[in-house]
């Protein structure tokens, strides 16, 4: 039976791409290796890349093989990687036709210009697919390991090496990372650089890929990140060792190689160790591969001695690579985020902390370390905020009750931490954050003495800008006024004439008799309790508070307005509940919008309301203006009825 003509051409053509390598190879066999011009590479290439295609291994194999073929395979064998390369993931592993083709491969590494082959395996690495990346690399990785140290410094080798470590599915347990390490330790001129090359390249391939958070992703590490970090640590400590040594010997010995292990370290601290969750696994059995790496990270600062230095700068040898103070600011704020990760590290996951002087008294290890709290709190993440505010309560467990002066407050970052704080419990969507932090604002308030809660207080009653937070500030006001009412000693700041000011602060509404009723009642309540508190605590004879000789002021510029604005905003709302229920079946069809805004932030659109849902909202706001009013009502009988006692009491009517 003959076979269909397509066939007989496919075959025809299978024939015609062996014969023209062959030819190629026949007519180079005569010529030097300076006569080769262009086109005998473009030939040749093109021919191997045919008979790779259709399945002629074992006789490409044979071809360069062949000593007589040595020099031409020596100058044109690297322009078959890309083919052959391909022609490998086509097979399976154990194919008789793909070990063929890894001999082919083996040969080429052997005969074929050093130079030229890293740039093709370097090419075939930049163009391989992700499905493929993994299996590329582990082919070449080996070949690459056994090309002279000689090519461009190492440097490009070494890039090409450390490549490696950041492919999301290498099978790390076959990395042979001994044979990098022997390449640039091999290396005497440019290697710090070669080295500083080749890690950060690591680490900047390695921040394209997610951070496992959870304790079944840092198992699981489905893109190899976790194997990256511990493949990482074992790479450098070669380098490590070699500059502990030189340190032995003379301070400034392999300067630059310190400062690239410097460099690398406070990359790995920005990433990944910023973003990853670095508290132990439940399972005990188990190791957190990110927390291990946490921990050589910070193994490698204390062996070439920049552990205490970056973690308090101050007593560390002042270091900078920089004379531009310029140059020096821009430094800071770019290591500003490792220094953040590095002081959490220590002082919550105390990690080195038995290599610190127990000298440092607590005030300072917060004041050190609240440069750092204000990095973590101003991020969005809940890693780095999570870690913000761990990090801030470590260092304030260590200091005792009304242990902070008021100076403090003169740090920048002692006043915008609290702030921090508030945008954090207000507008931080994780809600065990927004917990923390509204516990953690109590805890940084206790810690001050009494003028240094009293500046809080005002500071923060400007800053906050939401109602809520206004409300918590004035029950801590109230608190303090009932310490030193109690307190046989005198109070400066919350009794007598000081506390007026703050009084005037708190009694007040923003806008008068226009103020918002609603957005501001937590703020409303919360004062009219305190005066409540203070009218029932303080007798008019004794007037510790100076509320009695305050009462006039407070009436005219808070109960007054209050009750105009009560007034208004009731007639307003009961108004617009009379038109809702009168237009119900209008109301169905409409669409109403709201738009919400916290702590001066406006927040994403509110759904679509119907009117039985406005109508509840305007019922809640009339109820609201209810208890206000209640509550209104019980301060003035509580005036009326002290003023009386007093009244009567100087006159002598029983």
């Keep these: 039976m003959k076979c269909p003509p397509v066939e007989i051409a496919l075959e025809d053509q299978k024939i015609m791409a062996k014969e023209e390598f062959r030819d190629v190879i026949q007519r180079c066999q005569v010529l030097n290796e300076e006569d080769f011009k262009g086109e005998d590479f473009d030939h040749f290439q093109a021919a191997g890349k045919k008979c790779l295609e259709e399945g002629y291994i074992a006789e490409i194999l044979e071809i360069i093989q062949n000593e007589k073929n040595k020099v031409i395979i020596k100058s044109m064998g690297w322009n078959l990687v890309g083919p052959l390369i391909r022609c490998i993931h086509e097979y399976k592993e154990n194919d008789t036709e793909r070990d063929r083709c890894k001999k082919i491969l083996d040969k080429l590494v052997e005969l074929c210009n050093p130079k030229e082959l890293v740039l093709g395996f370097l090419e075939q690495i930049e163009q391989t697919s992700k499905e493929q990346m993994s299996q590329t690399v582990l082919l070449l990785l080996k070949p690459l390991q056994e090309a002279p140290v000689s090519i461009l410094g190492g440097s490009l080798l070494s890039l090409l090496l450390v490549t490696a470590l950041m492919l999301p599915c290498f099978p790390y347990d076959l990395l042979p990372l001994s044979g990098a390490i022997a390449v640039l330790l091999k290396l005497h001129r440019n290697k710090a650089y070669s080295i500083g090359l080749s890690l950060s390249t690591i680490l900047n391939q390695l921040s394209l890929l997610p951070v496992p958070y959870t304790a079944q992703q840092v198992q699981e590490d489905m893109h190899g990140l976790c194997h990256c970090c511990n493949a990482l640590t074992d790479f450098v400590n070669p380098f490590v060792d070699e500059v502990v040594r030189n340190m032995e010997i003379s301070d400034g010995g392999c300067k630059d190689l310190k400062e690239e292990l410097l460099s690398f370290c406070l990359k790995s601290l920005k990433y990944p160790l910023l973003m990853a969750e670095l508290e132990e696994l439940p399972e005990e059995t188990i190791k957190h591969p990110l927390r291990q790496f946490a921990a050589d990270i910070l193994g490698i600062l204390l062996d070439i001695r920049e552990l205490i230095p970056k973690v308090f700068p101050q007593h560390g040898c002042k270091n900078q690579i920089w004379d531009n103070e310029g140059l020096v600011a821009i430094e800071q704020e770019q290591s500003a985020d490792s220094l953040a990760c590095l002081s959490y590290i220590v002082f919550v996951q105390d990690f080195g902390m038995n290599y610190f002087p127990v000298v440092f008294h607590p005030s300072y290890i917060l004041q050190c370390n609240m440069v750092h709290i204000q990095v973590l709190l101003e991020r969005k993440e809940e890693s780095v905020l999570s870690k913000g505010l761990d990090l801030l309560e470590s260092c304030l467990l260590r200091l005792e009750d009304n242990s902070l002066f008021l100076q403090y407050l003169e740090f920048k970052s002692f006043i915008t931490i609290p702030q921090d704080m508030v945008k954090v419990m207000t507008l931080c969507p994780f809600e065990p954050l927004r917990k923390k932090s509204l516990k953690l604002l109590q805890l940084y308030i206790n810690k001050f003495e009494e003028e240094g809660k009293y500046t809080l207080f005002r500071c923060l009653l400007k800053t906050s800008n939401h109602s809520g937070v206004e409300a918590y500030i004035i029950q801590n006001i109230k608190n303090q006024i009932d310490l030193s009412l109690k307190s046989t000693k005198s109070s400066k700041c919350f009794t007598g004439l000081q506390l007026v000011s703050l009084l005037d602060a708190v009694l007040s509404l923003p806008e008068g008799a226009e103020t918002d009723l609603l957005q501001n009642s937590d703020r409303i309540m919360a004062s009219l309790n305190l005066l409540r508190y203070l009218v029932i605590k303080d007798n008019e004879n004794d007037n510790k508070t100076c509320i009695w000789t305050e009462l006039t002021k407070i009436q005219q510029n808070f109960l007054k307005p209050l009750h105009t604005g009560l007034n208004m905003s009731r007639a307003h709302y009961e ?80």
């Design 575 to 654: 108004a617009e509940m009379k038109n809702k229920k009168e237009n119900k079946r209008e109301s169905h069809t409409s669409k109403t919008v709201c738009s919400v805004r916290v702590a001066g932030e406006k927040m994403p659109m509110m759904p679509t309301m119907t009117s039985e849902m406005e109508l509840q909202v305007l019922q809640s706001a009339l109820f609201t203006f209810d208890l206000i009013e209640s509550v209104l009502a019980r301060v003035e009988e509580l005036v009326e009825v002290k003023t009386k006692i007093a009244v009567e009491a100087n006159t002598g009517i029983k």
